[in-house]
């Protein structure tokens, strides 16, 4: 009974930190006049790109169920969903830093570090769901982080 409240309490509790953060940043952008055309752009790009990796991510659960590993429906969606957003928020910071910053990122480094991020997850989920063991799954967060940096971080050049 306990795993279910906490369950209800991260899951709505969560969706409801969700929009006030989503409210509170639109209203300070709103203020520094940063809600144009170029914002509507980078973040309908980032939905665009966050629908290629929810749909590998679904190709991996089907492949997962192909070879026996048995996952149940709110296990499926809460992979599902957590890959949407977190791919939709992770590219929308990464062509906001790059349309904002004097030299871009250079994409080499920004795929290294997507696929870095990929890899972790893809490798500790599976990891996870084999073992029945969901504390995998914290392991992933050092190679994300490390991923998430390499991806974010501009190249130094010893000539500036």
């Given at each position: 009974?306990?795993?279910?409240?906490?369950?209800a309490i991260g899951l709505?509790?969560?969706?409801?930190?969700?929009?006030?953060?989503?409210?509170?940043?639109?209203?300070?952008?709103?203020?520094?006049?940063?809600?144009?055309?170029?914002?509507?752009?980078?973040?309908?790009?980032?939905?665009?790109?966050?629908?290629?990796?929810?749909?590998?991510?679904?190709?991996?659960?089907?492949?997962?169920?192909?070879?026996?590993?048995?996952?149940?429906?709110?296990?499926?969606?809460?992979?599902?969903?957590?890959?949407?957003?977190?791919?939709?928020?992770?590219?929308?910071?990464?062509?906001?830093?790059?349309?904002?910053?004097?030299?871009?990122?250079?994409?080499?480094?920004?795929?290294?570090?997507?696929?870095?991020?990929?890899?972790?997850?893809i490798t500790f989920t599976?990891?996870?769901?084999?073992?029945?063991?969901?504390?995998?799954?914290?392991?992933?967060?050092?190679?994300?982080?490390?991923?998430?940096?390499?991806?974010?971080?501009?190249?130094?050049?010893?000539?500036?």
């Open positions: 009974m306990s795993t279910q409240i906490w369950g709505y509790g969560g969706a409801a930190l969700a929009i006030l953060s989503w409210w509170f940043s639109r209203r300070i952008v709103k203020k520094q006049r940063g809600l144009d055309e170029l914002y509507e752009h980078i973040w309908q790009k980032s939905r665009s790109i966050s629908w290629f990796i929810t749909l590998a991510s679904i190709y991996i659960l089907f492949s997962l169920v192909i070879f026996g590993v048995e996952i149940g429906a709110a296990m499926v969606l809460a992979i599902i969903l957590t890959v949407h957003l977190a791919s939709w928020g992770i590219t929308g910071m990464i062509l906001s830093n790059n349309m904002n910053m004097t030299k871009p990122l250079k994409p080499s480094r920004v795929k290294f570090g997507i696929s870095i991020v990929a890899v972790s997850l599976v990891l996870s769901i084999v073992t029945g063991n969901w504390w995998f799954l914290i392991a992933s967060i050092p190679p994300n982080i490390i991923g998430l940096i390499s991806a974010l971080t501009p190249e130094k050049n010893n000539e500036d």
